[in-house]
Nanobody, 126 residues
Framework: QVQLVESGGGSVQAGGSLRLSCAAS??????MAWFRQAPGKEREWVAR????????YYADSVKGRFTISQDNAKNTLYLQMNSLKPEDTAMYYC?????????????????????WGQGTQVTVSS
């Protein structure tokens, strides 16, 4: 049984930092990612990493502020978020998939991922 369990969300003032964690079990992932969804908006891709190589990619909106990383020994995914802005406020989701090619043709699409966590809320106040 696959489980992804996020933690680390909370409320912070603009300019602050948070680190999200995602504990994964039951899956050997080809790609893992963080998505976020603000109220009334579509779920958007934030960052992804390929566990076997460590290569990572970021959405332009978070590049230079967020860092995705992994601890393979603990099968845990992280998202270090610095210089947070009010527009970063959203529910953040961890996602994983074991296929080598994304459904829909892009790892930036939610449909590419088969497994999802329950989400952790991040609120940034100005």
């Amino acid at each position: 049984q696959v489980q992804l369990v996020e933690s680390g969300g909370g409320s912070v003032q603009a300019g602050g930092s948070l680190r999200l964690s995602c504990a994964a079990s039951g899956v050997r992932s080809y790609c893992m990612a963080w998505f976020r969804q603000a109220p009334g908006k579509e779920r958007e891709w934030v960052a992804r990493i390929y566990p076997s190589s460590g290569r990572s990619y970021y959405a332009d909106s978070v590049k230079g502020r967020f860092t995705i990383s992994q601890d393979n020994a603990k099968n845990t995914l992280y998202l270090q978020m610095n210089s947070l802005k009010p527009e970063d406020t959203a529910m953040y989701y961890c996602a994983a998939d074991k296929r080598s090619y994304p459904s829909g043709g892009s790892w930036t699409l939610p449909r590419a991922f088969s497994y999802w966590g329950q989400g952790t809320q991040v609120t940034v106040s100005s």
